[in-house]
């Protein structure tokens, strides 16, 4: 049987668990049901995807079917919207449910000295983006940094309440709350325990986006790693260079607040580069008297100086004359009107402007890959020892870290490796990006393992899905891609079709 | 009473001179190199018109978007500065700016039409299609560690941008860098824009080479410019005694600002790679404080000032084992730089061995200065015949899917149509230089100059059996371009050689569409002689018809008079024949849409014999070619359906687009 008529997610004899990908699109939502009850990772869908709203209330829908109601327990893995906002569009629907438990990761903590550091990075880097945003000209860096800035609650008011929704349901379902950290192990149900790798409790690790090379699936794909690697400076002074970004926008350390490119060579010849600006109104004033032109005389023009410092009627017109003289020389030295080229409408096809969006984009890009990697990754490990593995949207420096602790579980000590090689399922990390699987632990991956790939091509994110991870994916396991699930050798059960997207719902797995 | 004589009137000089800087502003700033720091260029006199510059082929704005701000444009014609060879090389002075991407590109441009032996045109606008008469400049666009052309608004953006603190600056730290001071860069972008308006296709990325071959083209023109400025070459050839491939000045130096700009870093670092020089034979250093060196080796200690220059082998690389666009690029770059030595090397012998008594080992110490003079001289002669080469190769590139091989075989035949005897064996040293870094078409039996030739249209079908309707197609083809001719001057305004051509081009384009209705007898659709079907199946784009007059340098065949015309068509593959050629990438792809595939070609016919000389087909029907399109498009990260990204050069400049 490869095809299910309603929402039940089954839970066959023979199998521990069964897990269910929600295929909405561009975002994750995973359903595992144990014996004992229901686990949700995340609800989501990428911002402005089509129907959105829709997608996502069927998805809050069939969770509701599936499970009555009820989760033993909820995980919220990061704070981006393709991960969060069914709570915010289902949030009717959400307050009919009873929830046991909800997991965060420890950055979420207000207790942690370090979230509380990390949280005031993100919340000012937002604002300072947000005011740089404003004033972006139209173009795909502009839609690019949009979206992302609507991933960010400080930003969207969307995500804010989501993660709250989330906060209040839970509280006022007397669900209980904990933050988890690496190392811990905790059982979920009879026969499957979660096992916490990730974020690390190290910033250096949290600021790791990209690894060294050969740490993730781009190969020389003319992108950061392979220019920066060219010349010569260290990945991790990329990361530096970020955080200073970061702590200049904060205020924390003193931006350099540079002198403008030709500020000598202005000073040498008396002339402001803000010529445009500042001469004409210099020159309006300078058409009606000295008087008019008293209020505008400036203290760095050694003229002006001269012209406040004159007493008698006589010496002033003379030295408003001297004054003039050399506004007028000044004006025919910009006569040559480049700007009036600039300008004219027959040439308003070559503007440009926007190129200084980069930059901001270039940030924007950077606080959602830190976003991403304090992503909870989860193990789940059931009794006969296999192993389910979902690592949230964590990037490189979050799956480096999980070898830096054991995990004692059932009295017994298990190294990453154990875990790894043990693995049956596989929550493809950041829906398929380049830095969002570490080659170094994909490797140690036994062949023929379930991978599971919510994702569906979006314009903002053209270099999602990473083909080189797609091919190493292909090759390794068996692989369902959530935009074009196939029942593929009878591994994956196909949910009904939606009528919003017109594929399957979902697509189950038993385990 | 004597007669006052009326004046005579002086013809316009030849050129204006102006001042930039030879390479950038880090010669200017080290004792060892300060005298060869700046060149004087020449530029046509009549090209200026007006402050800014702005001239015939250029519109320099000088427009700040960061500082909000225009500054005041330079005005070459003032007398002051007329005399002066412009204004003197600053950094600080943004007209000095202006002055030099205004000089180092208009002398690209020089280089491209005394090789081409036609004017220089901009492509048109792509939405409009409007012709553009000048190409924008903006030497102060963005504040970014990146220049490029940006095909849209038929401009070149420059940046700049303040160190920072780290190693990798090839300044002092929290000063400005401007790229718009760059030779190298400014002649790298400008030869963009030009390729651009002789092959606008060419842009984009259908297999490995494609997108490679723009930007190492691009570097090829800037390498070989800077071989061919005497001045510099002669202080060069001084301190490396004559040997350019070892320790070597110009590449070095590409090789360190590069890595400042970041762009240029990665193909200079395959012509060659500094590290630790064992043999304690370095010639000059040239590093600034703080300066490292590049990849793995960092000096420390004892080593740190002796870091040498040295060329990359093939040994080392080989175009078989890469993929990268920037990386297969380089080794294009190689295989011409190591033929430009070659060559160098074969016509110096004589004058080494002259010069040390026959034995051809040089003494120790510095060479004569005359010995340098005369090295000097071939070298830059050698640098200048090589570009040449390389640039007239253009007109014989396929108009769509190039590969490094065929850009080899345009190499050949261009030089094989000016000088036929190879006595020199200027050809013979490309095809080896090619074939040690790998570079070969795969479709020739061997690689023989008669091989690598392209072959006439009477090569490729008998012309005895065409059907007395064909032959009456190429009869009144024929007559349309000779009564077109006779409207053309070589000496037309360039606005006028535009208009001509794109009516030349639409009659193309008309006599193209009555092929298609010829009743074809013995070849079954007569548009695949050029690579194209009927308009039904996609819509045809006559890019140019120019004309160009050729002088065989050796007498060989009398001069000629030929016209080129590059034309592609663009058709939808859909999915039942993407079904039978490569089922297997179909599963990763979009169900719903089509696979859009270009072929085409480029024409060389010649007006006085009438007939075509050469025809360079990429055919729209090639299986081949659209299985390993489809290919290589869903192994790589490109879209399978070219989204025509608006800056593919700044998508690849840019060390920040990740995403």
């Known amino acids: ?511 | 009473m004597s007669v006052q004589q009326p004046l005579p009137k002086d013809p316009p000089p030849a050129f204006r001179r102006l001042r930039v800087f030879a390479l950038d502003p880090v010669l200017a700033a080290n004792v060892e190199t300060v005298a060869v720091s700046t060149v004087e260029l020449k530029i046509r006199w009549g090209d200026l018109q007006g402050p800014g510059p702005v001239g015939e082929y250029l519109d320099v704005v000088d427009f700040d978007p960061t500082q909000n701000c225009f500054y005041a444009p330079v005005d070459l014609h003032q007398r002051s500065l007329i005399a002066d060879a412009g204004l003197a090389p600053s950094e600080s002075d943004p007209r000095f700016h202006q002055q030099m991407v205004y000089a180092v590109a208009m002398y690209t441009i020089q280089t491209f039409e005394s090789a081409l032996g036609r004017r220089v045109l901009w492509s048109e606008r792509a939405d409009v299609h409007e012709p553009v008469e000048r190409l924008r400049v903006y030497p102060h666009a963005l504040v970014e560690e990146n220049a490029y052309y940006d095909p849209e608004r038929k401009a070149l953006l420059f940046g700049y941008f303040r160190t920072d603190s780290s190693a990798k600056a090839a300044s002092a730290p929290g000063t400005y860098v401007f790229t718009a001071l760059s030779f190298d860069i400014i002649s790298h972008e400008t030869t963009h824009a030009i390729l651009d308006g002789m092959h606008r296709r060419l842009i984009e990325d259908t297999n490995p080479d494609s997108l490679a071959f723009h930007e190492a083209f691009s570097d090829i023109v800037a390498l070989l410019q800077h071989f061919s400025l005497p001045e510099f070459l002669r202080f060069q050839i001084a301190s490396t005694r004559g040997a350019l491939e070892t320790d070597n000045l110009l590449a070095k130096l590409a090789t360190q600002f590069g890595q400042g700009i970041g762009k240029y870093g990665a193909l200079r670092d395959a012509i060659g790679i500094m590290e630790p020089d064992l043999t304690g034979r370095y010639a000059i250093d040239l590093r600034l404080p703080n300066q490292t060196v590049t990849g793995e080796i960092r000096s420390a200690g004892d080593t740190e000032d002796r870091i040498a220059w040295r060329r990359v082998t093939p040994r080392e690389r080989n175009l078989n084992d890469l993929t990268e666009a920037h990386e297969r690029g380089s080794i294009l770059v190689s295989a011409v730089f190591d033929a430009f030595l070659a060559i160098y090397k074969k016509r110096t012998a004589d004058l080494v061995r002259i010069a040390s008594d026959g034995t051809g080992i040089l003494r120790p110490g510095s060479i004569p200065p005359d010995l340098v003079a005369r090295l000097a001289d071939d070298a830059a002669m050698v640098a200048r015949q090589v570009l040449q080469m390389c640039i007239r190769a253009i007109d014989y590139l396929p108009p769509v899917d190039i590969t490094f091989g065929e850009y080899l075989r345009a190499i050949i035949t261009a030089d094989y149509d000016v000088i036929r005897d190879d006595k020199l064996a200027y050809r013979v040293a490309f095809i080896q230089a090619f074939q040690k870094w790998g570079i070969f078409p795969h479709d020739v039996p061997n690689l023989g100059e008669q091989s690598l030739l392209w072959q006439s249209l009477g090569g490729l079908v008998d012309e005895r059996v065409l059907t007395e309707h064909l032959q009456r197609w190429f009869a009144n083809f024929d007559h349309t371009i000779r009564s077109q001719m006779a409207k053309f001057r070589f000496s037309m305004p360039r606005r006028d050689v535009r208009t001509w051509s794109r009516s030349t081009a639409y009659l193309v384009h008309e006599a193209i569409e009555a092929l298609f209705l010829q009743n074809s007898g013995p070849i079954d659709r007569p548009g695949l002689l050029f690579g194209v079907e009927p308009t039904s199946s996609g819509k045809i784009e006559v890019h140019s018809a120019r004309p160009l007059q050729r002088m065989p340098v050796d007498a060989s065949s009398r001069p000629s008079t030929d016209l080129v015309i590059v034309m592609t068509q663009s058709v939808w593959i859909d999915r039942e024949t993407l079904q039978e050629i490569a089922p297997a990438d179909l599963a990763q792809t979009d169900r719903t849409r089509r696979f859009r595939f270009r072929g085409g070609a480029s024409i060389i016919y010649d007006i006085d014999q009438g007939r075509f000389k050469y025809v360079v087909r990429k055919s729209v029907r090639s299986q081949s070619r659209i299985a390993a399109q489809i290919d290589y498009q869903s192994s790589s990260r490109r879209s399978l359906y070219f989204d025509e990204t608006p800056q593919p050069f700044r998508m690849l400049h840019n060390p920040g687009a990740t995403a």
């Open chain 1, 1 to 511: 049987m490869s095809k299910i008529a309603g929402d039940e997610l089954r839970l066959p004899d023979g199998a521990s668990v069964a897990v269910r990908m929600y295929c909405q699109g561009f975002g994750d939502c995973f359903l595992i049901r144990g014996r004992e009850g229901f686990v949700l990772i995340d609800c989501g869908l990428v911002l402005r995807a089509k129907d959105e709203r829709d997608r996502m209330l069927e998805v809050v829908n069939s969770v509701r079917a599936a499970t009555g109601g009820h989760l033993s327990l909820l995980i919220v893995t990061h704070e981006h919207y393709d991960h969060l906002c069914g709570f915010n569009h289902g949030a009717d629907l959400w307050k009919e449910f009873r929830i046991d438990r909800l997991w965060l990761p420890w950055t979420e903590d207000p207790d942690d000295a370090l979230a509380d550091k990390l949280n005031k990075y993100k919340q000012q880097a937002t604002a300072s983006l947000q005011a740089a945003f404003a004033g972006m000209k139209p173009g795909l860096a502009a839609d690019r940094t949009e979206s992302i800035l609507g991933l960010l609650p400080a930003y969207s008011v969307k995500t804010g309440t989501a993660l709250q929704t989330v906060r209040d349901m839970a509280r006022s379902q007397g669900a209980a709350i904990s933050f988890k950290r690496p190392g811990q192990v905790d059982p979920v149900m009879d026969g499957v325990d979660a096992i916490v790798l990730g974020p690390p409790h190290d910033e250096a690790k949290i600021f790791d986006l990209e690894g060294d090379a050969g740490d993730t699936f781009q190969q020389m794909a003319g992108a950061v790693n392979q220019i920066i690697r060219a010349s010569g400076a260290s990945v991790a002074a990329a990361g530096a260079d970020y955080e200073q970004q970061l702590r200049q926008a904060l205020g924390l350390e003193a931006a350099p607040n540079p002198a403008p490119p030709f500020a000598v060579y202005f000073q040498f010849n008396g002339l402001d580069p803000r010529w445009e600006k500042l001469e004409f109104q210099y020159q309006a004033s300078l058409a009606s008297g000295p008087d008019a032109y008293d209020q505008h005389w400036s203290m760095s023009d050694p003229l002006d100086r001269e012209l406040h410092r004159t007493r008698g009627p006589g010496e002033r017109r003379t030295a408003f004359e001297k004054r003039r003289k050399r506004a007028e020389e000044l004006a025919s030295f910009h006569t040559t009107r480049t700007d009036r080229r600039y300008y004219a409408t027959e040439n308003e096809w070559r503007q440009i402007g926007g190129e200084q969006n980069a930059p901001i984009e270039r940030l924007a890009l950077q606080l959602d890959s830190f976003t991403n990697n304090v992503s909870l990754a989860l193990a789940f490990r059931l009794k006969d020892g296999r192993v389910l593995l979902f690592p949230g949207d964590a990037q490189i420096g979050n799956w480096k870290s999980w070898d830096d602790q054991p995990y004692s579980v059932e009295g017994s000590i298990l190294t990453l490796h154990d875990l790894l090689t043990r693995t049956v399922l596989y929550k493809v990390g950041h829906h398929a990006s380049h830095n969002g699987t570490y080659v170094g632990a994909f490797n140690q991956l036994p062949d023929g393992v379930i991978c599971l790939v919510p994702f569906e091509p979006v314009t903002v994110w053209k270099s999602i899905p990473d083909p080189n991870l797609l091919a190493a994916l292909q090759k390794k396991g068996k692989v369902c891609v959530a935009n074009n699930p196939q029942p593929g050798g009878g591994t994956f059960t196909l949910g009904p079709e939606s009528p919003l997207t017109h594929r399957p719902k979902f697509v189950d797995v038993y385990l």
